[in-house]
Structures are given as C-alpha cells and as structure tokens.
C-alpha cells in the first residue's frame, strides 16, 4: 500500500484495490483494510508532501464495488 501511495503523491497514478471480502478493501477505521492504510499514510506525512488539492476528505468514499457473479 505504501508503493500505491508513492504514485498516488507523486505520479497522479490511479488504483483499482480488490479483496475477497468488502471489508478488507475499505472499511473506515479498520487499520486492516487496505484503504484505511493509505489514508493513514497520508494522515500522518508533513502537509507540504501531500498532493496539490488533497483534502482529509478526499478519497473517503473510496469503496465504489461491482458485484461480479463467476460464470460456472
């Protein structure tokens, strides 16, 4: 997560994060889901090292799913 991170600050690069379970992608205040890690990240690093614009807020609704039934 620490790698998508780095991307996301310095390139502007955009990730698509899949689980087997909903709650381990983005579940707020769950250190464990994987979402909430990047938000920690990005919590805890000086101002002046975040990307232009970036708000605490932004990316909050990160968890955007599409239910996809596997084809037997």
């Known amino acids: 997560m620490g790698i998508l991170t780095y991307g996301y600050?310095?390139?502007n690069?955009?990730?698509?994060?899949?689980?087997?379970?909903e709650k381990d992608v983005d579940e707020i205040g769950n250190i464990r889901s994987l979402?909430?890690?990047v938000r920690f990240m990005l919590t805890n690093i000086p101002s002046r090292m975040l990307p232009l614009g970036y708000t605490k807020?932004?990316?909050?609704e990160?968890?955007?799913t599409l239910n996809i039934s596997r084809l037997d």
Do not use: E, L, R
């Open 62 to 64: 990160c968890n955007k």
């Open 35 to 37: 979402i909430q890690k």
């Open 57 to 60: 807020n932004t990316g909050s």
């Open 9 to 11: 600050m310095f390139h």
């Open 13 to 21: 690069h955009k990730y698509h994060v899949i689980s087997q379970k």
